[in-house]
């Protein structure tokens, strides 16, 4: 009769476990919803609604159920197969199941006395600026049209060399902004040296076919600037001017001392912050003025952060090629730390790799974006900071599909090369690396990339 009332009490705890209790919203998905969703899901971010609260969330339920079963929420591109990030946005198939059910039991709120503590968000900044720049003229948007790549210089005033623990970008108008980036430009660089600080500069304007896709480039900087602009862009000229931090959907405030504390980035006395404007028409006029702030470092950092990249700055991608591959390396001539990787392509983007290539002759996967997302500019933090010892080469290897199947590609007909505008193309593996506070920046990697095979 001991082993019949054993198997009682198993059946009992087996039907215990198939029939949980009731799903709520404070209990069981206001958790998920925190640790996933929120950084975007609140207002003043990038997604529309807020899931802050149950009563803005609750009529949200059905697609909160149909965004995560089909993956598309949370954005997060990583093949879970490779790498570990501390940014991580993946819910387990637990906590899938948990949506679903809650969606599907009818999305009961529950008691609040079951709720986590709600998570501290700052009003509008993420990151706590000890300085804010702004732009000092608000940038006028027309309703429709193409408002060429525009460049903004503001100087820091900055009298000593600054470290800077976290950087953040706050666009005026997210309605119109597609994306910022902001360069250090230390002083005696040539990069867009003639362009009058706050008055908005554009280096190249283009004439376009009916498509839109660029046929003839006007340049309108000196030859000189220019060429550091592409430097700057394949990064090879890290001391013409230095990624600071970027705006993008998906792309948030950059913390410097995240992987590695006392790291820092460092901005020489005497620099410019240039912002690069990717602005797009919405039918409605409108008018920008963007904002970035910096929070400065309480004592003088140990480390420093440093923003690289690999490019293949020689793409040509022939007309309706559905797998164009190029690769661009670099190899470190220093010990560094990788902390942060960020492939960026366009439109024709389609996978983006990351491999180190130990001096021991062993290799890793960093990163692993198989399915490339253009309208995610996504930056991985990694979980750890990973050793790269002098002599270690980081591959980078890209597809693009200029092919009719790429329901973005604007037009597989004509050959793709590298450019700013999203019907051109690029091919950048951004990387951040934690080296020591007195290596020469430019002294830490040498580069080599391929534009195709
Ligand atoms: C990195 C920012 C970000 C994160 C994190 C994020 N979202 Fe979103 N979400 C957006 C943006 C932006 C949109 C609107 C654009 C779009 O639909 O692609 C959106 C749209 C949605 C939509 C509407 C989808 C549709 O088909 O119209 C749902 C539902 C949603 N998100 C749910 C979630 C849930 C649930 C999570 C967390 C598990 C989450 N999101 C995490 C940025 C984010």
Partial sequence: MRLTSLGLLCAGIAAAANTPGKVTYHKDVLPILQKNCQTCHRPGEAAPMSFLTYKDTRPWAKAI????????????????????????????????QTVARWVDSGAPEGDAKQAPPPLAFQEGWNIQPDVVFEMPNAYEVPA???????????????????????AEVRPGDRSVVHHVIASVRPPGSPYLRNVKPGVPFVPVTHERDANGAAIRRNVQAPSADL?????????????????LVGYA?????????????????MIPAGSDIILQMHYTTSGKAAS??????????????????????????????????????SNASVTFKEDAKLVWLMPHMHVRGKDFLYKAVYPTGETQTLLDVPKYDFNWQLGYDTSAPIPMPKGTRIDCKAHHDNSRNNPYNPNPNVTVKWG?????????????????????????INRASRGGE
């Fill in 65 to 96: 159920k149909t965004a995560v079963l089909s993956k598309k929420m949370p954005p997060w591109f990583a093949d879970p197969a490779h790498g570990k990030f501390q940014n991580e946005r993946r819910l387990s198939e637990a906590e899938l």
């Fill in 144 to 166: 429709s049209g193409t408002v060429e790549y525009t460049y903004i210089v503001i100087p820091t005033g900055f009298t000593k060399d600054t470290w800077i623990t976290a």
């Fill in 227 to 243: 060429q550091r602009a592409s430097q700057a862009a394949d990064g090879a000229a890290v001391v013409a001017t230095e990624f």
């Fill in 249 to 265: 959907p998906g792309l948030q405030e950059q913390r410097y001392d995240l992987a590695v504390p006392g790291a820092g980035k």
């Fill in 288 to 325: 920008d003025k963007t904002k970035i702030g910096l929070t400065l470092a309480k004592e003088q950092p140990k480390y420093r952060y440093l923003t690289l990249s690999a490019a293949a700055t020689r793409l040509e991608i022939p007309a309706n090629e559905g797998n164009y591959e």
């Fill in 420 to 444: 700013d505008q999203t019907w051109e193309e690029m091919m950048i593996g951004w990387f951040a690396v934690v080296v020591d506070a007195n290596v020469n920046p430019r002294n830490v």
